[in-house]
């Protein structure tokens, strides 16, 4: 089936259902997400008119800048190779798209005729409505599309003519070349600004708060287990490439985002008092504890990043080759801090450098559950997007990953699902933080 898929954020569906609207109208096969039918698995079927449409159509503005779902539509069009139409509604062009022709609709205007005449030239319309786009009329011949090689090459030419003239007359070659006449200004001028090669992302960077991070690169991995339902059925997942944090969230580097104001100390949900270890220097790189979803999630803002989503959380766990654990198949006291008989209590981060994960993550097993950014979905899996996929938008609880050091083996496998509500805090959960290169 052939479309044209519309992106938008719902907080400009008025514009967006006017804008498909006019599409209708004009013979096309426009698509929103409200036309999903009942019953369907709407994540799979966004994903699938995104791979059959003839092109993308993106409504830009602030609201749709930080829709999660339009930044994933906008990543998923773009690797499947679809032509991409913005239209900026509101505010600035965004940065992956400073070099792609827009559209102007602000105030809520629609798009030009023009705009309409080009679109028919690449997807099939309605025969009965193929007459009623007319273009409109010129008094001149119309200016082509503005492509920034053509620039590059007439300034190119000019600066020929320019040496030229220069053998002629004996104009110093190095004031051609310093930009000092009109056609080497023009060079500087119009050439592009992006690098000819793109800088090669670090295996590991440090944040602003001295928080250190490693690289999970882009690709695609298996995801979940034939063990458990809510695990079932493993699927293929792609992501793109992110950081996440080495090593689980200390209670030092939570303290730096209390002294700053942000977040709230750690404190038992059943009593006004703090963590034994918080603020204790002996324990300064010990898992933060007895923090909620929302605090958790309010640090890891804090530092411009977001919790993980549960599939970039596994993903960093267990790399791409399906594994039970992060370093393989079986587990012993030797790689992970997971039943009571091990430890007993929480331990140091970077205590299991054999358990480490295939990025060089450390306490993916064991140690402490740790929140992610989904709501939890006890059949998620069976209708899950393939692309950067987010969860249910709505739930009973928030996902926690990776088993703790009370809980048996079972539960530090790399693919375990529990869920806790957003409010739960105790001894044996924590979390960390990733970062989209975006």
């Given at each position: ?28 096969d426009a698509?929103?997400d ?7 698995r ?10 059959e449409?003839d092109l ?30 913005p239209?900026?509604?509101?505010g ?20 030009p005729?023009?705009?309409?005449v ?27 599309e503005?492509?920034?090689?053509a ?7 000019g ?8 053998l ?16 080497a ?25 001295g928080?250190e991070?490693?690289?999970?690169p ?6 979940g ?16 490439a ?17 002294d ?8 038992q ?7 034994p270890?918080y ?10 504890i ?22 970039q ?34 331990s140091?981060?970077?205590d ?15 140690n ?10 006890e ?42 509500t ?9 979390f ?6 975006d």
């Open positions: 089936m052939s479309h044209i898929f519309i992106s938008y954020s719902h907080l400009d569906k008025t514009y967006a259902h006017k804008l498909h609207h006019h599409l209708i109208e004009q013979g096309f698509w929103i409200d036309r999903i039918d009942y019953g369907s709407w994540p799979r079927e966004i994903e699938a008119r995104l791979r449409c993308f159509i993106l409504v830009m503005s602030p609201n749709s800048y930080e829709s999660e779902w339009v930044q994933n539509e906008l990543s998923f069009a773009k690797k499947l190779g679809k032509p991409i139409y239209l900026l509604l509101e600035d062009v965004w940065m992956q798209l400073h070099i792609t022709q827009f559209v102007d609709v602000k105030d809520g205007k629609l798009p005729t023009k705009f309409f080009r679109l028919a030239e690449i997807t099939p319309r309605n025969n009965s409505a193929s007459e009623k786009i007319k273009p409109e009329p010129v008094a001149r011949k119309q200016r082509p503005r492509n920034w090689n620039p590059i090459t007439i300034a190119i030419i600066a020929v003519a320019t040496l030229c003239a220069a002629i007359s004996n104009l110093p070659l190095k004031e051609i070349f310093s930009g000092e006449t009109p056609a200004q023009a060079i500087f001028e119009t050439a592009p600004t992006e690098p000819l090669m793109q800088t090669s992302v670090p295996d590991e960077i440090i944040d602003a708060q928080i991070m490693r690289l999970v882009a690709g695609a991995f298996s995801m287990s034939d063990r458990e339902d809510e695990e079932k059925p493993v699927h293929t997942v792609d992501l793109s992110y950081f996440i944090d080495t090593y689980e969230v200390t209670n030092a580097s939570y303290k730096l985002c209390v700053a104001g942000e977040c709230n100390p750690p404190k949900s059943d009593s006004s008092t703090r963590s270890y603020a204790n220097p002996q324990y300064d790189n010990y898992p933060v007895y923090v909620d979803w929302s605090m958790a999630n309010t640090f890891c803002a804090w530092r411009d990043a977001t919790l993980p989503s549960e599939a959380w596994e993903k960093a766990a267990r790399g791409t080759d399906g594994r039970t654990y992060p370093w393989g198949e079986d587990i012993s006291c030797d790689t992970a801090n997971y039943i009571s008989s091990c430890v007993g209590d929480t140091e981060g970077g299991y450098d054999i358990g480490k994960s295939p990025y060089g993550i450390y306490d993916m097993a064991g402490v559950w740790e929140w992610v950014n989904d709501w939890y979905g059949n998620y899996y069976k209708s899950s997007l393939s692309f950067n996929p987010l969860g249910p938008d709505s739930g009973a609880g928030r996902v926690l990953r990776g088993g703790s050091w009370n809980f048996i083996n079972y539960g530090s496998r790399s693919a375990v699902r529990i869920n806790g957003p409010g739960f805090n105790v001894n044996f959960i924590g960390r933080c990733a970062r989209s290169l």
